[in-house]
């Protein structure tokens, strides 16, 4: 199960996201869980906050082809649906930057290989303008340094050491390394008095 | 050292370091369901793998039923679709599977509990958020993802990094009209919302030892709506007593050996904690959201804020709150005219949630205009209300008596507001769409105070009707 690529820096054009605590209801409707497969879900990302404000910036010719989400705080919050970050992946979305992320919702994104990287609020606030500004401005997304660079400045940001191991060497799916224990996992279910029946 | 719930349960499920450093946890228990399990079971197939330990996995199907008529085939094609692959996929990998004849059959977080399958000591994990919920039998109990629900399914561990832990004491005896539901939300109304990211949330504290077991799952199901992944209050005889004689409790002998292993894994006296949160019990009142996160709330008795009092940081979202949901700052929140009464969800759907409801609806009527209905959490709940008479109870009030489902807490079954509607709800989420209607409103509050409010047809302080 090892991946062939690994994630060490995203480069690409920003899409802003303004507002703290969007919840993944948010960025992927219930309505659309209703399959049994991830098919599709690019096409309903923020499909009610587009609806509700036709200048959200999905909704926008010149963010169409972006690849870094730019987003505020506790990004992902609610429920675990991993519909949310799948729909984000095949929207064209590669790497999140922003102030926080919720916990779940973080390790999902890390779990598709989609690296959330951590800036302070003031930098957040900085980048989020700084992409509505300049809509066609490059930025990077640095895993290994652990920075966000637009034009001049670099910011620093913040990866969990976890993740940014998972990225760099190709492991975010982590079934392939869990699978490496063998045995060892049966030794361990045998030592719990509930799964051999107290 | 005295150690915590968390360290021994993390300790005893450990298998070994990962490469990243993360720990490679060992579940005790893998609950799943439709919506956020056909993918995961989809990838096991590809990878020619069978699922490790099918007896350690349970199976319901809740989210997408429609809880009017069971019968199926459902009459929406997408919910027949998913729950003909969860009962296939079921099969072919041996998993039991509480279906809708099962009698057993519920939302996954009233189930796991009440057929005694959640249990102290053990980890937990499934496909929702809301899994915290079981952390009140003592349990770590983690709500995952699709790709994580695959790990377990194809090694029954998870790669994961240990939380921190808070413990929250909340101290003092709660006031008629206040319940486990107005204690958690004012405990995310104080800390925030994403206070909790990075923390287990230890509950403790007089307030909370004297609850019923079922009071203590409400306050541990809404620890991810404060951001904690995990809530948990240690095991005592309340807990014990709960279990006793559940179906896939441990029985006779080795239920008191149970005891004795559950009572040895609950937080040690001395034991310190990352962080330490007070809470006094007599100062909570009933409590009523009135934005788009479960922070976002005031007592029943207050009124609804104006964002130039929030905190500098908080002002824009609040103002986008109210700009959501059409409110007034300096109204009174009590009065609120509402369209919907919904008593239901993993939140508050027992049958102790449900005579709290009934207690308030005997001899009254739901309101003209407002369209009300009550859910119970599971197949075995409902049999449980419907034997002491609760459906009557509400059927003569005016409220529906409906079938055991996820219904109106998410959207994603038939059960759903329209347009703009204001619902009082006993869920747990009132984010923008949630109920299904993109621009429908939620109000959060108790299924007592649920019950008020389809009463009186607004927002209502439920202590002015206790009798």
Request: aromatic content about 6%; charged content about 20%.
């Amino acid at each position: 199960m090892s991946q062939h690529d690994v994630r060490r820096q995203i480069v690409g054009r920003g899409i802003p996201l303004h507002g703290h605590d969007i919840d993944t209801d948010r960025i992927m409707p219930a309505r659309y869980l209703k399959s049994v497969t991830f098919e599709g879900l690019e096409h309903h990302i923020f499909k009610d906050d587009r609806q509700q404000a036709p200048d959200h910036p999905f909704n926008q010719p010149h963010y169409r082809g972006a690849t870094i989400l730019v987003v505020g705080r506790n990004f992902g919050s609610g429920s675990s649906r991993e519909h949310a970050p799948e729909g984000l992946r095949r929207w064209g979305i590669q790497g999140i930057v922003g102030e926080s992320f919720a916990e779940i919702f973080f390790g999902n994104c890390t779990a598709l290989g989609l690296p959330c990287l951590a800036v302070s609020a003031d930098d957040a606030a900085w980048l989020r303008e700084a992409v509505a500004r300049q809509p066609g401005q490059e930025m990077l997304l640095h895993v290994e340094d652990r920075s966000v660079r637009v034009g001049e400045r670099t910011l620093q940001a913040h990866i969990p050491d976890y993740a940014r191991h998972q990225l760099l060497t190709g492991t975010w799916n982590t079934m392939g390394v869990l699978l490496e224990a063998g045995d060892d996992i049966e030794r361990l279910a045998k030592s719990l008095p509930y799964v051999t029946g107290h | 050292m005295a150690t915590t719930l968390l360290d021994k349960v993390w300790d005893a499920h450990t298998v070994r370091t990962l490469p990243s450093g993360q720990t490679q946890l060992f579940f005790g228990l893998h609950l799943i369901h439709e919506v956020t399990s056909p993918q995961a079971f989809q990838m096991l197939r590809e990878a020619g793998l069978r699922v490790r330990f099918p007896d350690r996995t349970v199976a319901t199907i809740d989210h997408i039923v429609p809880t009017a008529s069971q019968v199926r085939p459902f009459r929406d094609a997408l919910a027949e679709e998913m729950t003909a692959h969860l009962v296939r996929n079921c099969k072919e990998f041996g998993i039991p599977l509480f279906d809708l004849d099962s009698g057993r059959q519920g939302i996954v977080h009233v189930i796991g509990p009440e057929l005694g399958l959640s249990q102290p000591g053990m980890t937990i994990a499934c496909g929702d958020s809301h899994t915290s919920t079981h952390g009140a039998l003592g349990a770590l109990a983690f709500g995952i993802g699709t790709s994580q629900v695959r790990d377990v399914l194809a090694t029954q561990c998870l790669a994961m990094t240990k939380p921190k832990l808070r413990q929250i004491r909340v101290e003092g005896t709660l006031a008629r009209g206040v319940y486990a539901k107005d204690v958690i939300l004012t405990v995310i109304q104080q800390l925030g919302v994403k206070g909790g990211v990075g923390y287990a949330y230890e509950y403790a504290g007089t307030a909370v030892e004297a609850m019923t077991m079922e009071e203590r799952l409400t306050i541990c199901n809404m620890s991810i709506e404060g951001g904690a992944r995990v809530g948990y209050v240690n095991p005592d005889t309340t807990t014990f007593a709960y279990l006793r004689g559940r179906p896939l409790a441990p029985k006779g002998e080795a239920f008191d050996r149970a005891v004795a292993w559950w009572t040895s894994m609950s937080t040690e006296a001395g034991a310190t904690f990352d962080d330490l949160f007070r809470l006094d019990a007599e100062a909570i009142e009933p409590v009523v959201t009135w934005g788009i996160n479960p922070g976002q709330s005031v007592g029943v008795g207050q009124r609804i804020p104006d964002p130039s009092d929030a905190p500098q940081a908080e002002r824009p979202a609040w103002a986008e709150a109210l700009a959501f949901m059409s409110f007034q700052p300096g109204r009174p929140i009590a009065g609120t005219p509402i369209d919907v009464a919904f008593i239901g969800s993993c939140t508050n759907a027992r049958l102790s949630d449900l005579r709290a409801a009934a207690e308030v609806a005997r001899g009254r009527k739901v309101a003209n205009g407002v369209r009300a209905l009550v859910v119970p959490g599971s197949q075995a709940v409902a049999k449980a209300a419907e034997d002491e008479g609760l459906h009557e109870v509400f059927l003569e009030a005016g409220f529906e008596w409906r079938k055991a489902g996820c219904s109106l807490c998410l959207g994603m079954n038939e059960d759903k507001l329209t347009g703009r509607e204001i619902c009082a709800s006993s869920s747990n989420r009132n984010f923008k769409g949630r109920q299904g209607s993109p621009t429908g409103r939620t109000l959060l509050m108790s299924p007592a105070m649920v019950a008020a409010a389809a009463v009186a047809g607004e927002v209502t302080d439920i202590r002015r009707m206790l009798r």
